[in-house]
């Protein structure tokens, strides 16, 4: 059976297609990657939105999206298909944004300039926001499960969960440096593997 994302433009309010969304993810959690992948792309205009209402830059709303696919993906078995997705979602989205804005925050009280790490993020430059937003989340998954324990558990901390440094390092019991510097490494990482896949793909064509 032929899988219909629903329209970008009707998210908010029609309840169609939230049960849609809704059976696209109960069809995810079984392992069906097209449900998955029209999923993710269901979701990105209204996760958009949601992000862009208390964020300002572009990058920090799209770095901010990709921090919800990352969740989402994450805790993606623990939905239950009998209650409404878009609660679930929205909880998860609330959460990353406020992170978002913690971080920000926090750089913006230390009047300090932004860590050559700080704009990494799992998509292309900003003139391609678009198409690699929507981008292949699917490859992004299969790479972070690529990487070592140390830095996919650093990820899933910092990235996934929002913790900040320090949270990430008592709960590992490392130095705050050492999650940093696993955080720093794992991106590097997922860009590479990202890349490859990128070229391998460019390469079938």
Wanted: charged letters at 25%; zero cysteines.
């Amino acid at each position: 059976m032929a899988i219909v994302v629903p329209e970008q433009n009707v998210l908010d309010d029609v309840s169609a297609a939230w049960a849609e969304l809704a059976a696209l993810l109960a069809l995810a959690q079984n392992g069906d990657r097209a449900a998955y992948s029209a999923l993710l792309q269901g979701l990105l205009p209204y996760l958009r939105r949601l992000a862009a209402r208390r964020l300002a830059r572009p990058q920090d709303v799209e770095d901010t999206v990709q921090d919800i696919f990352l969740s989402v993906h994450a805790i993606r078995h623990t939905y239950d298909p009998s209650r409404p997705l878009q609660p679930w979602i929205n909880v998860i989205a609330e959460r990353r944004i406020a992170d978002r804005l913690r971080r920000l925050y926090r750089l913006r009280a230390r009047e300090a300039p932004l860590p050559e790490d700080a704009g990494e993020t799992f998509a292309a430059d900003d003139t391609n926001m678009t198409s690699e937003v929507t981008l292949d989340m699917r490859a992004v998954h299969r790479a972070i499960e690529q990487l070592p324990p140390g830095q996919r558990q650093a990820i899933a901390l910092v990235k996934v969960q929002g913790l900040s440094l320090r949270e990430a390092a008592a709960r590992t019991g490392q130095s705050e440096g050492a999650v940093k510097l696993s955080v720093h490494r794992a991106v590097k990482a997922l860009r590479n593997l990202l890349g490859k896949g990128e070229t391998e793909a460019d390469g079938r064509e």
